[in-house]
């Protein structure tokens, strides 16, 4: 989608950064800490979610259910990456899907459920086709930095900030019911979905919708995005980095580099790298000015490929919109 087609001002960029500290905060309150009133944020809401700008989605931490993290790297022949990228997106479970490096790779996170799922996601679902030139796997081990924590959209005070912020999270596993799937799905498309509308999709009272939806987000196990194309905030050069680092200052270097603004992901992978970034800068020199200044201080990092995302499928939750 075209993110030139609005301009984000103060109270925009107020609201992204508002629903980025909780999804489904009320319109009323996010009004109130940006001191304008809820039907001004109503509007804008519409306006950018009706432009394809925003929206917020519902996903699931896998990570307490006891799910593994993957990201796949597939080389393709450029004729076919739009067609292998649209039919991936497309699966309800791969998200941050982008094309990489000219248009001939593709990139993206998948959750697997068990072992089992795993092997037959490596084994047999990932294209095979003659047009697919490679195919790797990487597990990741741990983050430290998810993309719900960029600091890219941050426009408010602490104050205001502390007026938004949801009750704290207190990590557990909760067993999903078989309603919690509908749920779930419904809150991949639309993270705000109202009770009434959450309800008749599940066959829950609104009263179990609030309670089941409450204690979801209370243990972490459904999180709230803010899916936002990073150009839409001024970031105009996302790239992804595939470092080898010391095993010996792994921890470490991925610590320094949560720290940075321009990073939205940090993890520790399995594969001949060990640590995968994504990062978001304003423009290409601003990307030459990180490579070469903040990261090249990080002298634990052996080598480095950097790939330059080149056009977004799918972010987080359900397929993006085709524009």
């Not at 399995?270 to 002298?299: E, F, I, K, Q």
Request: proline share 6%; aromatic share 2%; with cysteine.
């Amino acid at each position: 989608m075209k993110t030139d087609t609005v301009t984000l001002d103060a109270i925009d960029h107020g609201l992204v950064h508002a629903l980025q500290i909780d999804g489904r905060a009320p319109l009323r309150l996010i009004g109130e800490a940006l001191g304008v009133s809820e039907s001004t944020v109503a509007r804008r809401y519409r306006r950018l979610r009706g432009a394809g700008i925003l929206r917020v989605v519902g996903t699931l931490n896998g990570a307490l259910l006891g799910y593994q993290a993957w990201t796949i790297r597939l080389r393709c022949t450029p004729d076919s990456a739009g067609a292998i990228a649209r039919a991936l997106a497309a699966r309800p479970d791969t998200s941050f899907l982008h094309l990489l490096s000219g248009g001939t790779e593709i990139s993206c996170s998948v959750q697997t459920r068990t072992a089992d799922d795993s092997g037959e996601l490596l084994l047999h679902r990932l294209p095979r086709t003659g047009r697919v030139t490679s195919v790797s796997a990487h597990l990741l081990l741990g983050s430290h930095v998810l993309p719900n924590s960029w600091a890219g959209p941050a426009r408010l005070t602490p104050d205001q900030a502390a007026l938004l912020a949801p009750p704290p999270v207190e990590p557990a596993e909760v067993p999903l019911e078989s309603g919690d799937r509908v749920l779930l799905d419904l809150l991949s498309r639309d993270g705000r979905a109202g009770h009434t509308e959450l309800a008749a999709a599940t066959g829950w009272s609104e009263s179990t919708v609030r309670r089941r939806l409450a204690l979801l987000r209370r243990s972490g196990v459904l999180v709230l995005l803010v899916d936002i194309p990073p150009a839409a905030l001024g970031f105009r050069a996302e790239a992804r980095l595939w470092m080898s680092v010391r095993p010996s200052r792994l921890g470490a270097v991925a610590a320094a580099m949560a720290g940075h603004p321009e990073v939205s992901l940090v993890a520790h992978t399995t594969g001949p790298t060990n640590l995968l970034a994504a990062v978001n800068c304003r423009d290409s020199l601003d990307l030459a000015r990180y490579l070469t200044g903040p990261v090249a201080a990080l002298d634990a990092i052996q080598s480095i490929e950097t790939a330059p995302v080149i056009r977004t499928v799918k972010r987080a939750g359900a397929l993006l919109p085709i524009s």
